[in-house]
């Protein structure tokens, strides 16, 4: 079951996968001209067009497709046969030569997806910054055809099913019409109110649109909401047989998709008319009434509402702040960036000092380093930046404003220093007398890791103090190299000292927690310092 259930789930991502490549077309690099493609096959029903067709159609439409050549116009449409918005066509060629025949033997149609996104498109971009007007007289459509519906099917024999069929089409109709123009509307409206750069002018037009036509929405969306959920409240025990009734006097293309599954053939997906399927009356009664405890689309509508109003609000508070200076300046900075674009380098200069009131370096008051004194004709564009003290940059003082604060008091910080510091010198101590105590039978003992960290560093010491001479060969004179003639250091604070000797054929192991340290032709001595070995014989002697 779960390998199933997997492979149910792999397909269906693969379908969803391969309806999102269909608006792939929309955001290509050449999607002018594909969108030029789409709209000839778009203004067409169930015709298969050749390349010479296509060609033709879009000169007379001009536009950046009009001068595609065969050739990239072919590219063009296998691409988009590609991502599944055109199919190729089956259809018949007759061609009276062999030239006609290449010329036409590749011809395309339209797929039902990439006809519903080039339409969807279309609107878009014919209507993306209108405010779409709400179909408010729908409702009132809507209530009525309920409630004459809720009468015909609660009288003895109900109601005709032909009578049905034409009264639940227009029904949804209607309602869909109307929740489309509300979803445009509001959404339209968030856009604007999201604006932070609107004039008074401006402000007051769009108050004038919120106050009143909203309200006018709302007022009759919440006085004919109870209406519309009373009428589905007795419409809603009728609706399964008023369904069935309807199915058996008029099935449609559904009657059609049973027969040829009857007949075990493949099956034809159905998408029913609205109104058609229970769930339709669902997501109707849903949009009136609280069902799932999530609220109703009038709840949300009445939400949606409060929130722009609240906007409205902000907006107002924003431009009574405009005295202090608080307002947006968007439409001013853009007025004045489109003079700067247009300005010479010199007029430049002189629109920046008058819009910003700078000016050269010296006049505010502070001196540039030594090195950096330029010339009073420097510009301050092409000059270097001088740092400007915050109090001055805000205030256009030096002084200092409020009292003094209280010295921070650091002796808790101090007193784990403190402790840090002793536990390392005591780790220190313990290292050295662990060496001490080793010296002369390092491969009888192991070290720990901070007795071996001491013992590197008094040996690097004592290398890079060492003495090197040239060896004498038996005739008297020298030979390459060095010897080793004594390698000595000493760290007075832990009274430890260690002498390197060099000795052929000597191997010296030191053994630790952290790994072995192997040193060729090396010996090691650790003892106390001559400086601790007096002050014990000072103390014996006292």
């Known amino acids: 079951m779960g390998a199933s259930a997997s492979g149910a789930g792999q397909d269906a991502d693969e379908e969803t996968r391969g309806r999102l490549n269909a608006y792939t077309y929309l955001s290509a690099?050449?999607?002018?001209?594909?969108?030029?493609?789409?709209?000839?096959?778009?203004?067409?029903?169930l015709?298969?067009?050749?390349?010479?067709?296509?060609?033709?159609?879009?000169?007379?439409?001009?536009?950046?497709?009009?001068?595609?050549?065969?050739?990239?116009?072919?590219?063009?449409?296998?691409?988009?046969?590609?991502?599944?918005?055109?199919?190729r066509s089956s259809h018949t060629v007759n061609a009276s030569s062999i030239s006609e025949y290449q010329r036409s033997r590749s011809r395309y149609q339209l797929s039902k997806l990439g006809e519903r996104i080039q339409r969807d498109a279309d609107g878009v971009l014919a209507e993306a910054d209108a405010a779409r007007e709400v179909s408010n007289e729908l409702l009132?459509?809507?209530?009525?055809?309920?409630?004459?519906?809720?009468?015909?099917?609660?009288?003895?024999?109900?109601?005709?099913?032909?009578?049905?069929?034409?009264?639940?089409?227009?029904?949804?109709?209607?309602?869909?019409?109307?929740?489309?123009?509300i979803r445009d509307f509001y959404a339209?409206?968030?856009?604007?109110l999201s604006r932070y750069d609107l004039d008074s002018a401006e402000y007051q037009g769009f108050k004038e649109l919120l106050l009143d036509y909203v309200e006018a929405i709302t007022e009759d969306v919440a006085f004919r909401a109870p209406r519309i959920s009373a009428a589905l409240d007795i419409l809603w025990p009728h609706i399964p047989a008023l369904l069935d009734r309807l199915d058996s006097h008029a099935q449609?293309?559904?009657?059609?998709?049973?027969?040829?599954?009857?007949?075990?053939?493949?099956?034809?997906?159905?998408?029913?008319?609205?109104?058609?399927?229970?769930?339709?009356?669902?997501?109707?009664?849903?949009?009136f009434s609280n069902t799932d405890g999530q609220g109703s689309q009038v709840d949300q509508l009445r939400d949606a509402t409060?929130?722009?109003?609240?906007?409205?609000?902000?907006?107002?508070?924003?431009?009574?702040?405009?005295?202090?200076?608080?307002?947006?300046r968007r439409k001013d900075l853009l007025r004045l960036a489109h003079w700067f674009d247009e300005a010479a380098p010199r007029d430049a200069h002189d629109i920046a000092v008058a819009a910003f009131g700078l000016y050269g370096a010296?006049?505010?008051?502070?001196?540039?380093?030594?090195?950096?004194?330029?010339?009073?004709?420097?510009?301050?564009?092409?000059?270097?930046?001088?740092e400007v003290p915050v109090a001055l940059r805000e205030r256009g003082s030096r002084a200092q404003r409020g009292r003094a604060s209280a010295v921070e008091d650091h002796s808790a910080q101090k007193q784990l220093l403190r402790e840090a510091a002793r536990q390392r010198a005591a780790a220190r101590a313990a290292a050295a007398d662990e060496l001490r105590s080793a010296s002369g039978r390092f491969a009888e003992v192991r070290l720990t890791s901070a007795a071996l960290r001491l013992l590197l560093e008094l040996l690097a010491t004592a290398l890079g103090n060492a003495q090197l001479s040239r060896p004498v060969s038996s005739d008297g004179e020298r030979t390459a190299g060095f010897d080793l003639d004594s390698a000595s250091s000493e760290d007075a604070e832990l009274r430890i000292r260690l002498t390197v000797r060099r000795t052929a054929?000597?191997?010296?192991?030191?053994?630790?927690?952290?790994?072995?340290?192997?040193?060729?032709?090396?010996?090691?001595?650790?003892?106390?310092?001559?400086?601790?070995?007096?002050?014990?014989?000072?103390?014996?002697?006292?």
């Open 29 to 45: 690099p050449e999607r002018l001209e594909h969108v030029a493609i789409m709209r000839v096959f778009c203004g067409t029903l």
């Open 47 to 87: 015709a298969d067009l050749a390349v010479p067709d296509i060609m033709a159609k879009l000169r007379q439409s001009g536009g950046s497709a009009a001068g595609l050549n065969a050739d990239t116009l072919t590219v063009r449409l296998e691409q988009l046969v590609q991502w599944g918005n055109l199919l």
């Open 140 to 181: 009132a459509l809507v209530e009525r055809g309920l409630r004459e519906l809720a009468d015909l099917v609660t009288v003895p024999g109900g109601v005709e099913p032909q009578d049905g069929l034409e009264r639940i089409s227009t029904l949804f109709v209607q309602f869909t019409e109307f929740a489309d123009s």
């Open 188 to 192: 339209y409206l968030g856009q604007v």
């Open 252 to 287: 449609g293309l559904a009657g059609l998709s049973a027969q040829a599954q009857n007949e075990s053939r493949p099956e034809v997906r159905i998408q029913r008319s609205r109104g058609r399927e229970f769930a339709d009356w669902e997501g109707l009664r849903g949009w």
């Open 306 to 328: 409060l929130r722009a109003l609240q906007s409205l609000l902000a907006n107002a508070k924003r431009m009574l702040r405009s005295a202090t200076g608080e307002m947006s």
């Open 362 to 386: 010296r006049h505010l008051g502070i001196p540039p380093a030594t090195d950096e004194v330029m010339p009073a004709y420097t510009s301050w564009w092409t000059g270097p930046v001088v």
């Open 505 to 542: 054929g000597t191997r010296t192991v030191l053994y630790s927690a952290d790994g072995d340290l192997l040193l060729d032709g090396l010996e090691l001595d650790i003892g106390r310092t001559s400086a601790a070995v007096d002050g014990e014989a000072e103390a014996s002697v006292s």
